[in-house]
């Protein structure tokens, strides 16, 4: 049996690669045991360029689709609680948003 990945599937997972490679700590979701509406994965370090925000949360879409109600609460309590939010259309968007946040120099 193939399983087949979804383009968000692919995006993520793409993104995760690279954190991984940057030595970027992160914590990623698996949908099976998270609540409805959580955030796709999180970066678990203080953004360099704000260092008021303990890290950085990330919800990966598909171009077509905005955020569900479940998740839009998910961003709005973290945003509340101080954390950047990011909502990315693709692994290239999220790394853009990564480097633009501090964590590396310009790519």
Partial sequence: ????????DHERSEFCRWLRQ???RFIQSHFASVREGAPTLIII???????E????VF??????????????KWLDAAAQAGWRCVIAFSADEAR????SLGYLQEE
């Avoid at 370090?45 to 260092?51: F, H, N």
């Avoid at 919800?59 to 839009?72: A, G, T």
């Fill in 45 to 51: 370090d203080r953004p360099p360029r704000y260092p």
């Fill in 22 to 24: 940057k030595q970027i």
């Fill in 96 to 99: 853009q948003e990564t480097v």
């Fill in 59 to 72: 919800l990966f879409k598909h171009v077509s689709r905005l955020p569900r109600d479940s998740q839009s």
């Fill in 1 to 8: 049996m193939v399983k087949k990945v979804g383009y968000v």
């Fill in 53 to 56: 925000a303990p890290g950085v």
